[in-house]
């Protein structure tokens, strides 16, 4: 079984620019979050993906959108990139739904700068 | 979303337990109690989680508080390894769909030394 991956690990990337970060669920897991942590912050929730569908957004703008696949791995897309999106993008998959028991499983992280 | 307060940091030594304090004086009825930890350079990882009474795992224990308006994560000895940043973490239960949000506040720097 094998656990959360995500892709790349690092990414530069320049202001206005465009990014997608990948990420594979653990093995029979049909839910995925997304998570953004700043430097010297706690992960802040920017979306769920259940079944494919969006189930649940935090307070990011509309630039930031993903898709889940039939095999529930997601992207996470970024348009017009700001500085401010330089952070750590965690992916977290979980089974579902559990009534707030689910553990989540998260994978180790895209570092994104933007220049 | 109920909030928590914890501790900026605390301090161990090798091989001694430890216990990391949480408040969480709005908790409704309904919520779970979740910690999760992050390790350096890694991404968070679920420790426990409970409702009402105490629960253990083979990572830690859980205390929770009889009126349920705090808790404590009990590491029973505590390893170089176990230094991390420590989220305690209040989970709705929300029914029937499976709303992953987790609201992760500062946590608790925890530093264990040899």
């Known amino acids: 079984e094998t656990g959360v991956t995500q892709s790349p690990t690092h990414l530069i990337k320049t202001r206005g620019q465009q990014v997608t970060l990948r990420c594979s669920s653990q093995s029979g897991h049909n839910t995925v979050s997304w998570y953004q942590q700043a430097l010297g912050q706690g992960p802040q929730f920017i979306f769920q993906?259940?079944?494919?569908?969006?189930?649940g957004r935090g307070n990011f703008p509309p630039r930031f959108s993903g898709l889940q696949f039939p095999n529930y791995s997601s992207e996470l897309n970024v348009n017009a990139l700001e500085l401010d999106d330089s952070a750590l993008y965690l992916c977290?998959?979980?089974?579902?739904?559990?009534?707030?028991?689910?553990?989540?499983?998260f994978g180790p992280g895209t570092r994104l700068t933007v220049l | 979303d109920a909030k928590t307060t914890q501790p900026n940091s605390m301090e161990s030594n090798e091989e001694e337990p430890v216990h990391l304090p949480c408040n969480h004086s709005t908790i409704s009825g309904t919520d779970y109690i979740h910690w999760y930890r992050q390790l350096p350079s890694q991404g968070p990882e679920y420790v426990i989680h409970g409702l009402t009474s105490n629960v253990n795992n083979r990572m830690a224990s859980l205390a929770i508080a009889e009126d349920r308006k705090s808790s404590t994560l009990i590491l029973h000895r505590a390893t170089l390894r176990d230094a991390a940043v420590y989220y305690c973490i209040l989970r709705a239960n929300a029914g029937g769909t499976s709303y992953g949000k987790l609201t992760f506040g500062q946590g608790t720097i925890l530093t264990v030394h040899p």
């Open positions: 993906y259940y079944r494919e569908e969006e189930n």
């Open positions: 977290a998959s979980s089974l579902g739904p559990s009534g707030g028991q689910d553990e989540q499983f």
